[in-house]
């Protein structure tokens, strides 16, 4: 039975195999990284966005159950129609200011 031996020549195209491999695994360790870097962010994204959502659910309960216990007396519907507005403005000055600007000339969502 006869073996064939590798060239040296052989070798080094093997060596210039395995140096790609690795510069490519190398890439690939590098860019998993910053994929999780950013699902964190993201995660941490949501987590503050379900804050916000669960406190304005709180406060639309809250002026629901007001809303049903008036009595028909109209000082009593304009102090809340009053309370409303404050708190309408206050809500949207905090969703304007933690609502990061999107991309220069975006239209909107888009997608299928």
Known sequence: MQMDVPTYVEFQHI??????????LANLVTQQGAIMATLTDVQ??????DTV???AVVLLQGLAAQIAA????????DALAADVTAKTQV????????TPA???GATGPTGP
């Open 15 to 24: 060596r210039k195999e395995l140096a790609e491999i690795m510069r490519v």
């Open 44 to 49: 941490t994204d949501v987590t503050a966005e």
């Open 53 to 55: 959502v669960d406190s």
């Open 70 to 77: 008036l009595t028909p007396n109209q000082a009593a519907i």
């Open 91 to 98: 809500l949207a000055n905090a969703v304007a200011a933690n």
């Open 102 to 104: 999107g991309p220069t």
